[in-house]
Antibody, heavy 122, light 106 residues
Framework: QVHLVESGGGVVEPGRSLRLSCAAS????????MHWVRQAPGKGLEWVAV????????YYGDSVKGRFTISRNNSENTVYLRMNSLRPEDTAIYYC???????????????WGQGTLVTVSS | DIQMTQSPSSLSASIGDRVTITCRAS??????LAWFQQKPGQAPKSLIY???RLQSGVTSRFSASGSGTEFSLTIRSLQSEDSGTYYC?????????FGQGTKVEI
């Protein structure tokens, strides 16, 4: 079955960078778009970014545009989120999620990882 | 951006009750709407897609309907394991946006 495992979270100072990874297994990774979704402590879900199956189509949420970069390595079945210029308001659990489609258009998320916690604090 | 508004923000119900959560989009999203369930300390779980279709393995006690701007999720014969927070999300356009969540207490 679909298995997504996030890693790379931790405590980081404001202004610094961090790279999250999501290792996928149980399906043909290169056939699916992949998302990152985050959840600040005690708050709701916020969509962050998506990358299409080939990496050719990428979109970002307004709050991270210009600071975060999503990418994927289909030979390693892994999707990444590079986070630069981190702010305290980026503190959240970051979830990796699989799209039901390949392009990222008009298909929903159907599977989620367990998340990795990022804390931005001095 | 498309705004998603859920109501109520929270509700309390009893075992065996039928509960309904509504979700309104700020513009027409046809049927590009999903529902998710999240239990405390856990990752979200996908329940519904295309406004009314159950994800694989989801109990038929959940049902959903709607199109355009008005949507609803109904839980029939509420069970203790249904407690948690429910979110709607539109996937008609980017950025994908979630409702603020509805906390269901039993």
């Amino acid at each position: 079955q679909v298995h997504l495992v996030e890693s790379g979270g931790g405590v980081v100072e404001p202004g610094r960078s961090l790279r999250l990874s999501c290792a996928a297994s149980g399906f043909t990774f290169s056939n699916y778009a992949m998302h990152w979704v985050r959840q600040a402590p005690g708050k709701g879900l916020e969509w962050v970014a998506v990358v299409s199956y080939s990496g050719g189509n990428i979109y970002y949420g307004d709050s991270v545009k210009g600071r975060f970069t999503i990418s994927r390595n289909n030979s390693e079945n892994t999707v990444y989120l590079r986070m630069n210029s981190l702010r305290p308001e980026d503190t959240a659990i970051y979830y990796c999620a699989r799209d039901q489609g390949f392009s990222g258009y008009h298909y929903p998320v159907d599977s989620w990882g367990q998340g990795t916690l990022v804390t931005v604090s001095s | 951006d498309i705004q998603m508004t859920q109501s109520p923000s929270s509700l309390s119900a009893s075992i065996g009750d039928r509960v309904t959560i509504t979700c309104r989009a700020s513009q027409d999203i046809t049927n590009y709407l999903a529902w998710f369930q999240q239990k405390p300390g856990q990752a979200p779980k996908s329940l519904i897609y295309a406004a009314s279709r159950l994800q694989s393995g989801v109990t038929s006690r959940f049902s959903a309907s709607g199109s355009g701007t008005e949507f609803s999720l109904t839980i029939r014969s509420l069970q203790s394991e249904d407690s948690g927070t429910y979110y709607c999300q539109q996937y008609h356009d980017y950025p994908r946006t979630f409702g603020q969540g509805t906390k269901v207490e039993i």
